[in-house]
């Protein structure tokens, strides 16, 4: 099955400055990657996803890369602001024939400091 | 209200119980999913629903027995509780393809004690 590794596992950053995390993922065969933030006590929201006939994806201050060749991709948050502060967690999933089943990372803990 | 809901938020409960979460959706998503969120694992998935009386198993189904008599309930049975199954436990929706986005309840959180 697929196996998704996410890093780093915490991430502080100063306000401000841009924040990158980082997700591979085993099954080439997967083609679609979204990410989710999960903000304390709730359950994790969508916040950006790109298919993999895309190379980059931007909404405002989050874009997603992807590179599949090397089966990675990352979110990359600019000019962080204390309400990014959250659990981001990556995900892999396969569009077709794969049962609709989201494989997740491990997540990160992003604390962005005043 | 629309939109996802789980119960009970919290629950205490002893080794050999049994004990059922519930996840009530109200936007008729074919698409039900239970996953467990530990620390150092993210969200593992434990069963999932493409529709009403049809389920299968995710990841981690040992210990777990789901149900799906209605398209917008889908819950969670600890045969008997063990301290492992203690976690916080998410229930998710979401339409299926090509619309992949996974609508997530609030969470459950279960201890075992």
């Known amino acids: 099955g697929e196996n998704v590794e996410q890093h780093p596992s915490t991430l502080s950053v100063q306000e401000g400055d841009s924040a990158v995390i980082k997700c591979t993922y085993s099954d080439s065969a997967s083609n679609y990657f979204p990410w989710y933030k999960q903000e304390l006590g709730k359950g994790p929201q969508l916040i950006i996803d790109?298919?993999?006939?895309?190379g980059e994806k931007k909404d405002q201050r989050i874009a997603v890369t992807l590179n599949k060749t090397a089966k990675h991709f990352s979110l990359h948050i600019t000019e962080t602001q204390p309400e990014d502060s959250a659990v981001y967690f990556c995900?892999?999933?396969?569009?077709?024939?794969?049962?609709?089943?989201?494989?997740f990372g491990t997540g990160t803990q992003l604390k962005v400091e005043l | 209200d629309a939109g996802i809901t789980q119960s009970p938020r919290y629950k205490i409960t002893e080794t050999g119980r049994q004990v059922t979460l519930m996840c009530h959706q109200t936007w008729s998503h074919s698409y039900m999913f239970w996953y467990r969120q530990d620390l150092g694992h993210g969200l593992r998935l434990i069963y999932y629903s493409a529709a009403a009386d049809i389920t299968d198993k995710g990841e981690v189904p040992d210990g777990y027995v789901v149900s799906r008599s209605k398209t917008e309930n889908f819950p969670l049975t600890l045969e008997s509780a063990t301290r492992s199954q203690t976690s916080v436990y998410f229930c998710a929706s979401g339409s299926g393809p090509p619309n992949t986005e996974a609508f997530f309840g609030q969470g459950t959180r279960l201890t075992v004690v």
């Open positions: 995900a892999a999933y396969i569009l077709t024939g794969g049962g609709n089943k989201l494989t």
């Open positions: 790109i298919r993999s006939n895309v």
